[in-house]
């Protein structure tokens, strides 16, 4: 157990429907960053947060977007979903750039 | 071209047998980290190496940053190491994010 939760586990919508992803980071980790994995691409990283604030932003479509609550939970919200956003998503966190602990996932399925 | 390359791409193994994946990257790093993802599809971080050599249990992981080249040795492999074994570089300069290679998928039979 890595100590980082994601929910849900499994997702399954609609084409052109909106959904939101919840990662808690691991207890004092102030970093937060998302990954897609597809089956085609592999894993990409998406967008990263810390202390509350977008540090750097990867190959983050423009429908997506997330963002780092107070409590340092995060949530990264996916709008007009299409069927090529089926994917796994991670969440991971970390203290500052040290070694990165990643969440169970959160797998999409876009019908 | 990929910025991380990985070899070999599938591989296949006896119980006992010594195991070497290899990574390759492009870019400059300020650090490589090499992670395993069971089929299950969890992720877990096995090294981070900015140089040299770092061992645990009976994985070895090794960079040579001049040669821009990182391996990950298993030694004496177990069906339980069957997994896909991914390496990712933090690019120097970067806030942290990592660039992922494709993996390497091991099986390893009994």
């Known amino acids: 157990d890595s100590g980082v939760t994601q929910t849900p586990k499994h997702l399954i919508t609609a084409t052109g429907q909106r959904v939101t992803l919840r990662c808690s980071p691991r207890?004092?980790?102030?970093?937060v960053y998302w990954y897609q994995q597809s089956l085609d691409q592999g894993l990409q990283f998406l967008i990263q947060?810390?202390?509350?604030?977008?540090?750097a932003k990867g190959n983050i479509l423009e429908r997506f977007s997330a963002q780092q609550f107070p409590d340092l939970h995060s949530e990264l919200n996916l709008s007009s979903l299409e069927l090529g956003d089926s994917a796994l998503y991670f969440c991971?966190?970390?203290?500052?750039?040290?070694?990165?602990?990643f969440g169970p996932g959160t797998r999409l399925t876009v019908l | 071209k990929n910025e991380v390359e990985q070899s070999p791409q599938n591989l296949t193994a006896q119980e006992g047998e010594f195991i070497t994946i290899n990574c390759s990257y492009s870019?400059?790093?300020?650090?490589l980290h090499w992670l395993q993802q069971h089929p299950g599809g969890g992720i877990v971080s096995l090294f981070m190496?900015?140089?040299g050599k770092k061992k645990h249990g009976r994985l070895i992981a090794t960079i040579n940053i001049q040669e821009k080249h990182s391996s990950l040795h298993i030694t004496a492999s177990h069906p339980r190491d069957s997994a896909v074994y991914i390496c990712?570089?933090?690019?120097?300069?970067?806030?942290?994010?990592?660039?992922f290679g494709k993996g390497t998928k091991l099986s390893v039979k009994p």
């Open positions: 991971a966190s970390s203290v500052g750039k040290e070694k990165q602990f």
């Open positions: 207890s004092g980790d102030l970093s």
């Open positions: 947060y810390y202390n509350g604030e977008e540090r």
């Open positions: 870019v400059g790093i300020s650090a």
């Open positions: 190496l900015s140089s």
């Open positions: 990712a570089v933090r690019s120097r300069g970067s806030q942290g994010n990592l660039i």
